[in-house]
T-cell receptor
Framework: QKEVEQNSGPLSVPEGAIASLNCTYSDRGSQSFFWYRQYSGKSPELIMF????GDKEDGRFTAQLNKASQYVSLLIRDSQPSDSATYLCAVNMGDYKLSFGAGTTVTVRA | SQTIHQWPATLVQPVGSPLSLECTVEGTSNPNLYWYRQAAGRGLQLLFYSVGIGQISSEVPQNLSASRPQDRQFILSSKKLLLSDSGFYLC??????????FGPGTRLTVT
């Protein structure tokens, strides 16, 4: 079983819609969860992180965490063509390491 | 503010040749440092991480090695490259909340 799993995608959404990305993790002891955006050919960029159950909002992005279900999600509201990228979910596995999912590619249609 | 540099940006090397990739961080002291590899269309694979000068932890057995000669310098090396070493090599430094920040990366093609 993979430590961090994401919907493989690709996810195609129309401009202005909500993009919903999902991530599950296997280690029930995980405490920190991160979302990265990676444009094609570029390095990953940290979007936001979440530690507590519930929602955390930052601009058009909302991260949702449910530790009981071992589930973390990212919502992108009012999706723009510039949001077209691969989104990586990462989970802190202890010892200062992160385990990354394979990523979900999002395409926003104008 | 913190800045992370990697060079070179791209590299084409023949099989069997040596490799040296360098990463430096500015604006922070004693950061945790990481080397990742991302093969085409694949996820991030942690190769090495370091919590201090001279302290290197290896995650994947391979023909690569890492060194940290200075507090904010992390070097990835190989004595003889394999075709399978091709990929996008990313250096990252760790923040205080376990988040990691990536450098621009080095795209390595082994021919």
């Amino acid at each position: 079983q993979k430590e961090v799993e994401q919907n493989s995608g690709p996810l195609s959404v129309p401009e202005g819609a909500i993009a919903s990305l999902n991530c599950t993790y296997s280690d029930r002891g995980s405490q920190s969860f991160f979302w990265y955006r990676q444009y094609s050919g570029k390095s990953p960029e940290l979007i936001m992180f979440i530690y507590s159950n519930g929602d955390k909002e930052d601009g058009r992005f909302t991260a949702q965490l449910n530790k009981a279900s071992q589930y973390v999600s990212l919502l992108i509201r009012d999706s723009q063509p510039s949001d077209s990228a691969t989104y990586l979910c990462a989970v802190n596995m202890g010892d200062y390491k992160l385990s990354f999912g394979a990523g979900t590619t999002v395409t926003v249609r104008a | 503010s913190q800045t992370i540099h990697q060079w070179p940006a791209t590299l084409v090397q023949p099989v069997g040749s040596p490799l040296s990739l360098e990463c430096t961080v500015e604006g922070t002291s004693n950061p945790n440092l990481y080397w990742y590899r991302q093969a085409a269309g694949r996820g991030l694979q942690l190769l090495f991480y370091s919590v201090g000068i001279g302290q290197i932890s290896s995650e994947v057995p391979q023909n690569l090695s890492a060194s940290r000669p200075q507090d904010r310098q992390f070097i990835l090396s190989s004595k003889k490259l394999l075709l399978s070493d091709s990929g996008f090599y990313l250096c990252a430094w760790g923040g205080s909340s376990y988040e990691q920040y990536f450098g621009p990366g080095t795209r390595l093609t082994v021919t």
